[in-house]
């Protein structure tokens, strides 16, 4: 059971809109910073979004990060077959024993 | 460009100990607000983060798997290293590591890029 809870799968069609959520508590999302990770199927993670909305260069703007509260929302526009991956929300939790946290995981489907 | 690349064994036996070494390279260990993490992933199942160490020697553990898991690093020589001990069927999993970036507290803000990734199968 992941600290920050994400849908196990979203999809939708091809040029459509897909968000993904990502919920956590007061210790993690709600004080530090999130991060986005696209895994595309036999690879390794790959950084989407930094710093809640941040895009590192190269990452096209159709990808999109938000934060409000205890919750991050990963936006993806304009989808394409090749967007078919995992998808992990990241942050660091600052409870008593601090550490880092992954969600558990969304696979987008693109029909 | 920036680097990572994690090497070690393919297979150990249950109890053993697993020695993994992430070899990284564009960038150095002593970078101020930088670090090396470890994560892994068993098949088929969500990332894990396990350790990291910052530039300034800081490190954390995961909570869970503390007290089986060290990691050093070798500044002249470009290297992290992951010790974790007692392995179990149940640890077999594609170990990453990833080049941190910090905040200002200290604490990871992201981890960019990632290693390939090397499978480490526990069995007998």
């Known amino acids: 059971q992941s600290v920050l809870t994400q849908p196990p799968s979203v999809s939708a069609a091809p040029g459509q809109k897909v968000t993904i959520s990502c919920s956590g508590s007061?210790?993690?999302?709600?004080?530090?910073?999130v991060s986005w990770y696209q895994q595309l199927p036999g690879t390794a993670p790959k950084l989407l979004i930094y710093d809640n909305n941040k895009r590192p260069s190269g990452i096209p703007d159709r990808f999109s990060g938000s934060k409000s509260g205890t919750s991050a929302t990963l936006g993806i526009t304009g989808l394409q077959t090749g967007d078919e991956a995992d998808y992990y929300c990241g942050t660091w939790d600052s409870s008593l024993s601090a550490h880092w946290v992954f969600g558990g995981g969304t696979k987008l489907t693109v029909l | 460009q920036v680097t990572l690349k994690e090497s070690g064994p393919v297979l150990v036996k249950p109890t053993e100990t697993l020695t993994l070494t992430c070899t990284v390279s564009g960038f150095s260990l002593s970078n101020a607000r930088m670090g090396v993490s470890w994560i892994r992933q068993p098949p088929g199942k969500a990332l894990e983060w396990l350790a990291h160490?910052?530039?300034?020697?800081?490190?954390s553990y995961s909570t869970s798997l503390k007290s089986r898991l060290t990691i050093s690093k070798d500044t002249s020589k470009s290297q992290v290293v992951l010790t974790m001990t007692n392995m179990d069927p149940v640890d077999t999993a594609t170990y990453y590591c990833?080049?941190?970036?910090?905040?200002?507290?200290?604490?990871?803000?992201?981890?960019?890029?990632w290693g390939q990734g090397t499978l480490v199968t526990v069995s007998s």
């Open positions: 990833a080049r941190i970036f910090g905040g200002v507290t200290g604490t990871p803000n992201w981890f960019d890029p």
């Open positions: 007061s210790s993690n999302i709600g004080n530090n910073y």
């Open positions: 160490i910052f530039s300034n020697d800081e490190k």
